[in-house]
């Protein structure tokens, strides 16, 4: 079985402070993860993705996340928020299973940055 | 690359009316999805593709609901009839592989069905 559990669904944070969404994982197999983003109106966008190379993995607009197997967690950090960040996050899992690919997406957290 | 393209971006219909949604997946891609996002429910997988073929449409939520792959440029997602409970916006994504791949999204498909 392959889960995916975003622990916040909404998240609030002022411009200017670190910004943490969590992300929890379960897989039988050796997965890929991916984090999108999805402004209002908007189609998903692919933020970063770990396909087991480095733990620690950087994407766009200075996100970055740590993928630690003890864990099973894949959280996204950000060091400084910016208003532009406001939006919904999606926590993907990835993997294959002896009926072929699995795709599983979080239930996504609301990100509000304040001024 | 232009991306996914997914037309048309809005469509607002009437309950019993037939819907085409239509998908460009990026060329040489080889996976190609469709899912549904409502408030209530979230992002839902309908039915997948690899090469054309339909591997997986157990998400596909009734008969109403049809979607067909011709060829590798071009993918339908039909609704016949179309009832309120389909307001949704639909996406469709692609991908170069299967197992570890990223997906990539289109803009998506917002119906509304009065």
């Known amino acids: 079985a392959q889960s995916v559990t975003q622990l916040d669904s909404h998240v609030s944070v002022s411009e200017g402070t670190p910004v943490l969404l969590r992300c929890n994982y379960s897989?039988?197999?050796?997965?890929?993860l991916f984090w999108y983003v999805q402004h209002p109106n908007k189609g998903l966008q692919l933020l970063l993705k770990?396909?087991?190379?480095?733990?620690l993995v950087k994407g766009i607009n200075g996100f970055e996340a740590e993928f630690k197997k003890s864990e099973t967690s894949f959280h996204l950090t950000k060091p400084s928020a910016h208003m532009s960040d406001a939006a919904e996050y999606f926590c993907v899992v990835r993997g294959l299973n002896n009926a072929g690919n699995m795709l599983t997406f979080g239930g996504g957290t609301r990100l509000m940055v304040k001024p | 690359d232009a991306g996914v393209i997914q037309s048309p971006r809005h469509e607002v219909t009437e309950m019993g009316q037939e819907v085409t949604l239509r998908c460009k997946p990026i060329?040489?891609?080889?996976?190609l999805f469709w899912y549904r996002q409502t408030m209530m429910r979230g992002l839902e997988l309908l039915i997948y593709?690899?090469?054309?073929?339909?591997?997986?449409d157990s998400g596909m939520p009734e008969d109403r609901f049809s979607a067909k792959m011709p060829n590798a440029s071009f993918s339908t997602l039909k609704i016949q009839p179309s009832e309120p409970r389909d307001s949704a916006v639909y996406f469709c994504?692609?991908?170069?592989?299967?197992?570890?791949?990223?997906?990539?999204f289109g803009e998506g498909s917002r119906l509304t069905v009065l």
């Open positions: 897989s039988s197999y050796s997965p890929s």
């Open positions: 994504a692609s991908s170069l592989g299967g197992g570890t791949g990223e997906l990539f």
């Open positions: 770990y396909t087991s190379a480095a733990t």
């Open positions: 593709f690899n090469n054309n073929v339909p591997i997986d």
């Open positions: 060329s040489g891609h080889d996976y």
